[in-house]
């Protein structure tokens, strides 16, 4: 297996303020992304945002866990990068594009090998279903979560 990853971009129905505001509220991306069980703050930059966290899994065959950096650039792009855990390599971004009159390009970019181990068990329709689960549904997660903040 070459790797889990991929690319996916949707439009929201919001200014790039808004979905900035929801994307980068990490300590609670469980409550939005499938998939994840769990976003545990481990430290925090110097405006109080979330620098580190503790995020955990559930990928249907095994529940992962991974400590994960995240960096900023306000407003457009939001990037992570794996530093310990149960895969070998997971790096990705958001990133946002003002298209103007209130909405918002959101392309969500990730890359991952889940190491030997791990892989032996995501093959075939499972690694399909995996990978939809990490890329395809991702912008359409995230215009749900920015419509249910903006109420």
Not at 63 to 79: C, D, G, H, I, N
Not at 92 to 117: C, F, K, N, Q
């Amino acid at each position: 297996m070459a790797g889990l990853g991929g690319t996916s971009t949707g439009e929201i129905d919001a200014p790039i303020d808004e979905v900035w505001a929801t994307l980068t509220k990490i300590e609670t991306i469980d409550d939005w992304q499938d998939g994840i069980v769990g976003a545990e703050p481990l430290e925090r930059d110097a405006d109080g945002e979330v620098a580190l966290a503790k995020i955990t899994a559930d990928v249907k065959v095994k529940e992962l866990s991974v400590v994960t950096r995240f960096s900023r650039q306000a407003p457009t792009k939001l990037s992570w990068k794996v530093e310990k855990g149960d895969v070998k390599k997971l790096d990705g971004s958001w990133t946002l594009e003002d298209l103007g009159d209130g909405r918002t390009r959101a392309t969500y970019e990730i890359e991952v090998d889940p190491g030997r181990m791990l892989a032996m068990l995501v093959r075939g329709p499972v690694e399909e279903k995996i990978r939809q689960r990490l890329v395809s549904t991702r912008p359409a997660e995230l215009a749900a979560q920015v419509a249910k903040e903006r109420g």
